[in-house]
């Protein structure tokens, strides 16, 4: 059974930062995809960072791309969002998930596998 366990959310004021993390076992972690979705109440969820721990390779939504940033931490099997220069339309849940892994790459936003129970970021 996957298991994605998401920290960090909370509330800030605008401009200011936070980091998430999203924890899970070491068969997960291993060589995959893991990604950071976000949603807020009545729209779709959002892709918002991609990374592959193989290959280290990420990708980012246009609207995070330079503010955000996704890494790995291979001696905890976790991957955290560092997110800078918030703004209020960045308030979401946030969600940790696994993505389809073709090997050096990840597959598409709405290639989603596995999801976290999310953790809720709130910006003023």
């Known amino acids: 059974q996957v298991q994605l366990t998401e920290t960090g959310g909370d509330s800030v004021e605008a401009g200011g930062s936070l980091t998430l993390s999203c924890a899970t076992a070491?068969?997960?972690?291993?060589?995959?995809?893991l990604a950071w979705f976000r949603q807020v109440p009545g729209k779709d969820r959002e892709g918002v960072a991609s990374?592959?721990?193989?290959?280290?390779?990420?990708n980012y939504v246009d609207s995070v791309a330079g503010r955000f940033t996704i890494s790995q931490d291979d001696a905890k099997n976790t991957i955290n969002l560092q997110m800078n220069s918030l703004t209020p339309k960045d308030t979401a849940m946030y969600y940790c998930?696994?993505?389809?892994?073709?090997?050096?790459?990840?597959?598409?936003?709405?290639?989603?596998?596995?999801w976290g129970k999310g953790t809720q970021v709130t910006v003023s």
């Open positions: 998930a696994t993505i389809t892994n073709y090997g050096m790459g990840c597959g598409s936003w709405n290639e989603a596998t596995y």
């Open positions: 990374i592959h721990t193989g290959s280290g390779s990420t």
């Open positions: 070491k068969y997960t972690y291993y060589s995959n995809c």
